[in-house]
């Protein structure tokens, strides 16, 4: 029997165009499966007049024509990232807060000029709402958005688990590690030089 010299039909398959059908394939497999959206959601106290046993207090901010008086106020910092193989000329998705939980102001953060942030329904002090869409245009891959939020609340405290964020595409959501801006940080974009923000007793 004539000897197979391996070696010669491998360099021949790999040579040939079935090794790269069976490469465009695996790649083709991997675009079409469920694209994977990498998430995170980080949420820290500001002011809580429950805290303090000594007197009744609460926290007023102003929007530079109307003062709104709030007993709890919450930080949350969301930031998307596209970890997935497809490119999005729009990307949508909606936040949806704990009952009892109203979205107070919100800042979108994108990369430069050309990433553009759209809301349906943006939060402000003079809106409050429960929930919200955001589009993306574009959501390419590696592209990241972040997102800063003021989150008020009348009786409960709120955790990451409490911010709900849904989507219309086919993609799964995945965990990304939490976000490390700092409270002052964002408290001073929040405020600026149109608002102020004032404890009363």
Known sequence: MEKINWIQLGLGFLSGGAFGALIKQFFDNRRNRLQ????????????DSSNNEIFNSSIVLSDGSDDYKFERIFICSIKIINSGLH???KFSFGITGAKDAKFISIKGNSKDRHHQINFSNKPSL???IENFDVSLLPFNRKDYYSFDLLVTTSEIDINPKNIKISCPHAIKWVDISSLGKS???ITGEF????????FRI
């Open 36 to 47: 994977p959206i990498a998430k995170s959601v980080e949420i820290k106290p500001f002011y």
């Open 126 to 128: 003079n809106n409050q």
């Open 191 to 198: 405020i600026g030089s149109s608002a102020s923000i004032t």
């Open 87 to 89: 490119d999005f000329e």
């Open 183 to 185: 409270l002052l940080e």
